[in-house]
């Protein structure tokens, strides 16, 4: 039987910035992190490529085609192809003033192009761009109503500008971005939307905390001092909420959670990413996957090429590990034996 090559198998770079910085502690550069996934290898086996956030320091915006085009050389040469991209978009809330908001879509504009750009190159054949509010739940929570048509009048917007430049936006479902935060109000405020190019995108880390309801404990699915062992009760909270979003979902994230939020630096907290191997992880992470991979009936949705392993906020002496990333990729290819697919190339 031929071994599953889909979908792909990437790892995420902007863990180096996130949740680092001067109150936190000191940025991984992109090279690192480009290497130390080029260099993971279990049982014959490599990661596919990454995903990257345009985020300075480790990538300008606002770069030139020549810029562009040694970045897509500099993967490319390891045997990397480049999935899904951040746009930068903190700096005009998508609920916030018309000139905020106008900076929003101007951001998720140069995201786009740069995506393109990578296309053309030949280094990008799949992935999308993701987005969030750029809003925190406190100040969604003053005036959720119009928040959140706010939020969706932006969001079209932005998905009118990335259909220019055929590319598709993921909302990233997080607990700490306003109008996303439970998986209640990410589902009412993707059908508010109402493109065809807007999707979600699901991170095993940050869904898990949806069933505990931080932020929104009136959609709480988990009871009040859940007892992790009961994988039963856990299970058909996981059905609820991959029953509502799956349908959406078109970028995936790998991650473990302790069933904690966390933040470091000026990052909010949201739900902890925790290491493939932490004994306190409370997923099942290659069985738990299949009920974003899968559908009611599980059979497999195909919905993306590639899926993604996204550890925010690890600490830097964990991520400067080889080891730390033979795991994750480990961890990936059971994900990908029991909920991929071959397809010849």
């Known amino acids: 039987m031929q071994e599953n090559n889909y979908p792909k198998l990437h790892n995420a770079t902007w863990p180096g910035i996130v949740g680092k910085g001067p109150d936190s502690e000191p940025v991984i550069s992109f090279d690192d992190m480009l290497n130390m996934t080029a260099?993971?290898?279990?049982?014959?086996?490599?990661?596919?490529g990454i995903d990257i956030g345009l985020l300075d320091p480790h990538i300008n915006i606002d770069s030139t085609d020549d810029d562009i085009k040694k970045l897509a050389d500099n993967v490319g040469n390891l045997n990397l192809?480049?999935?899904?991209?951040?746009?930068?978009?903190?700096?005009?809330?998508?609920?916030?003033?018309?000139?905020?908001?106008?900076?929003?879509?101007e951001m998720v504009r140069k995201a786009?192009?740069?995506?393109?750009?990578?296309?053309?190159?030949?280094?990008?054949?799949?992935?999308?761009?993701?987005?969030?509010?750029?809003?925190?739940?406190?100040?969604?929570?003053v005036d959720p109503v119009n928040n959140s048509k706010l939020i969706a009048q932006?969001?079209?917007?932005?998905?009118?500008?990335?259909?220019?430049?055929?590319?598709?936006?993921?909302?990233?479902?997080e607990i700490c971005w306003g109008g996303m935060h439970s998986w209640k109000t990410m589902v009412e405020t993707l059908e508010a939307v109402d493109r065809p190019n807007i999707g979600f995108q699901a991170d095993m880390s940050h869904t898990l905390l949806y069933l505990l309801g931080y932020n929104r404990p009136e959609?709480?699915?988990?009871?009040?001092?859940?007892?992790?062992?009961?994988?039963?009760?856990?299970?058909?909270?996981?059905?609820?909420?991959t029953k509502a979003l799956r349908p959406w979902t078109i970028d995936f994230h790998v991650a473990q959670n302790d069933g904690t939020v966390h933040g470091t630096g000026s990052h909010d907290k949201?739900?902890?990413?925790?290491?493939?191997?932490?004994?306190?992880?409370?997923l099942n992470v290659a069985e738990d996957a299949g009920y974003w991979l899968r559908d009611e009936n599980g059979a497999l949705t195909k919905a993306f090429k590639h899926i993604c392993w996204d550890g925010c906020m690890f600490a830097n002496?964990?991520?400067?590990?080889?080891?730390t990333w033979n795991?994750?990729?480990?961890?990936?290819?059971?994900?990908?034996?029991?909920?991929?697919?071959?397809?010849?190339?």
Not at 155 to 163: I, K, L, M, T
Not at 219 to 240: H, Q
């Open 39 to 48: 260099a993971a290898e279990v049982d014959g086996i490599k990661f596919d």
């Open 81 to 105: 192809n480049i999935g899904s991209l951040v746009a930068p978009i903190w700096g005009g809330p998508a609920m916030g003033s018309k000139e905020e908001r106008a900076q929003f879509v």
């Open 112 to 141: 786009c192009n740069f995506g393109k750009r990578l296309r053309e190159l030949g280094v990008r054949p799949y992935g999308v761009v993701r987005i969030d509010s750029a809003s925190s739940p406190q100040s969604w929570e």
């Open 154 to 173: 932006t969001f079209r917007e932005a998905c009118d500008v990335a259909a220019d430049f055929g590319e598709r936006l993921a909302a990233e479902g």
């Open 219 to 241: 959609d709480r699915i988990l009871p009040e001092n859940f007892d992790w062992s009961d994988r039963d009760t856990l299970s058909k909270g996981l059905k609820t909420i």
């Open 270 to 282: 949201t739900g902890r990413h925790c290491l493939a191997t932490d004994p306190n992880g409370k």
């Open 317 to 323: 002496d964990v991520m400067m590990k080889q080891q």
């Open 327 to 345: 795991d994750i990729l480990a961890t990936m290819i059971k994900v990908r034996r029991l909920h991929g697919w071959y397809e010849a190339e």
